[in-house]
């Protein structure tokens, strides 16, 4: 039995939608200010380091959620763009698919490697925020590019 686990075409059109604002969002906490502390909420934390040395686990844990709404928007929206079904699914498409899902895992690793060898503290921590979309981000480059190349191929015929 063969499953497709891949979304509607009509996420792809949602999550080009979300894609901006919450790309633009993401770019202004990285390059901006940071967090602003406007709205203070409790949440749950697995664990929470002090500057002063001491951990704790599993506590409740005052933050602004400004950071984890627009990374988890982000990540949605890359989902729904990658792992939508193109309108003209067919073998030729998930080969291309699979082709470049193992492009992008090897181009993120070694940019990954790279920045662990040639990146230091804060500059660490930045490159941290932004690999979490690497893949994403480089998976779906590749795919709609060598896809738009295969169908300007079939309309040349």
């Known amino acids: 039995m063969k499953k497709n686990y891949l979304l509607p075409n009509f996420f792809k059109k949602v999550g080009l939608v979300m894609f901006l604002p919450f790309c633009i969002a993401c770019v202004w906490l990285l390059l901006g200010p940071g967090e602003c502390d ?35 928007g982000f990540i949605v929206s890359l989902v729904f ?36 060898l040639l990146t230091y503290e804060l500059t660490f921590l930045n490159f941290a925020f932004v690999s979490v979309f690497v893949c994403f981000l480089s998976y779906i480059i590749k795919f709609n590019f060598e896809m738009a190349k295969i169908r300007r191929m079939e309309n040349e015929k």
């Open 81 to 116: 763009v990658a792992l939508s079904r193109e309108k003209d699914e067919d073998e030729m498409t998930a080969v291309v698919r699979m082709q470049s899902f193992v492009w992008s895992f090897w181009c993120t690793a070694i940019v990954e490697a790279v920045a662990v």
């Open 38 to 72: 406007l709205i203070l909420v409790d949440v749950p934390a697995f664990l929470t380091l002090d500057l002063d040395g001491v951990d704790d686990w599993f506590e409740m844990t005052k933050t602004d959620p400004i950071n984890e709404i627009c990374m988890l």
